[in-house]
């Protein structure tokens, strides 16, 4: 009996955490697999990536911020991923894997365990908002892919294959002054800039003994990487001043800052560690103050706050009618 009070106790604290935060939640897309929607700098539209009608893998859309006009923006060809507006609204950035082939990459093997593909095909790419690209970016051997950027400095983070390991780099929004930002042995990745560009958020996994950074090298070799041990990390805009953030020891990923720069919004398993149930929690940059904000039950992801930072959008398997079906969802920030 005590065992169900605690369990009901719990659920309504959950409830009460996530009705302190969000509200007016909206659905914007309605099938398929739909995942990283950003915001346009005027807080009108947002580009993500989706699987959806006849496509084979993500490519990239823009849709109205209300879910209204989704049309692809990038190649057809090839698998692509995060999609990012620069500050004049007019121009996007993703990587694609198009330059090595029409048909999407082969799909990873997860019979040995749940593993990301770290395509070496993928290059970055500056395209106008029709989808007419202007310029490759990032095109060094190996992987270059998860760009974000700050509308304020113009700075794009990104993670790259360039010196032979998963690190940070950064580069103007031409791509000229590619500077390389971690070092450290292991997989840094998923980088967001605060508004304000004095600091970065990213997801991290280094290996801590001899056995596990051998079998990280393994995985790389075949162009994988296993995502289910990440933690967060910050630092100022420029990579320096590194400290932790979060500590689980399960898989934490798709950080944010708050419009203030003060917290982190970000997605964890902490409560189903060996799964694959992640919801939404906000921290202090610190990693003090822990707040679980979703109890949806599933998958949810890739929170972004609006520029006006009075919404978020974030990705989630809630209400799906379909395994493996992830829609795009907006609601109200309290």
């Not at 304020?152 to 950064?170: A, C, F, H, N, P």
């Not at 039950?297 to 006006?308: L, R």
Request: net charge negative; aromatic share 12%.
């Amino acid at each position: 009996m005590r065992s169900h009070i605690l369990l009901i106790l719990v659920a309504g604290r959950l409830l009460a955490q996530s009705a302190a935060h969000l509200d007016n939640i909206k659905q914007l897309t309605f099938g398929g697999q739909n995942a990283e929607a950003y915001w346009a700098p005027d807080g009108k539209r947002l580009i993500f990536q989706s699987t959806r009608d006849d496509l084979k893998c993500d490519q990239i859309f823009i849709m109205n911020a209300d879910g209204t006009d989704p049309h692809m923006v990038s190649t057809g060809k090839g698998r692509t991923t995060c999609g990012y507006f620069l500050a004049d609204n007019q121009h996007i950035i993703f990587a694609s894997t198009h330059e090595a082939g029409d048909a999407c990459p082969q799909e990873v093997d997860r019979s040995k365990g749940y593993m990301w593909a770290v395509y070496p095909t993928y290059n970055i790419y500056l395209a106008t908002d029709d989808g007419k690209i202007a310029k490759k970016l990032a095109g060094a051997p190996g992987y270059n892919a998860e760009g974000t950027v700050n509308w304020k400095t113009g700075k794009i983070v990104y993670t790259s294959m360039q010196s032979r390991d998963l690190e940070l780099w950064t580069m103007d929004s031409d791509g000229a002054h590619k500077r390389q930002v971690t070092k450290t042995d292991g997989y840094d990745g998923g980088a967001v800039y605060s508004r304000d560009g004095q600091q970065l958020v990213w997801r991290a996994n280094h290996p801590m003994n001899a056995e596990d950074l051998g079998r990280y090298k393994m995985l790389l070799s075949q162009n994988l990487t296993s995502p289910m041990k990440m933690e967060l990390f910050v630092s100022d805009g420029e990579g320096y001043r590194v400290h932790e953030v979060t500590n689980f020891g399960c898989a934490s990923f798709a950080p944010t800052f708050t419009p203030d720069g003060k917290k982190i919004l970000f997605a964890s398993n902490r409560n189903d560690c060996d799964g694959r149930k992640f919801e939404l929690f906000l921290v202090n940059t610190d990693g003090s103050d822990l707040e679980q904000i979703t109890d949806f039950g599933g998958f949810t992801a890739f929170p972004e706050f609006s520029p006006d930072g009075k919404k978020i959008v974030f990705a989630s398997d809630k209400d799906a009618k379909k395994r493996y079906e992830f829609n795009i969802f907006t609601a109200d920030w309290k």
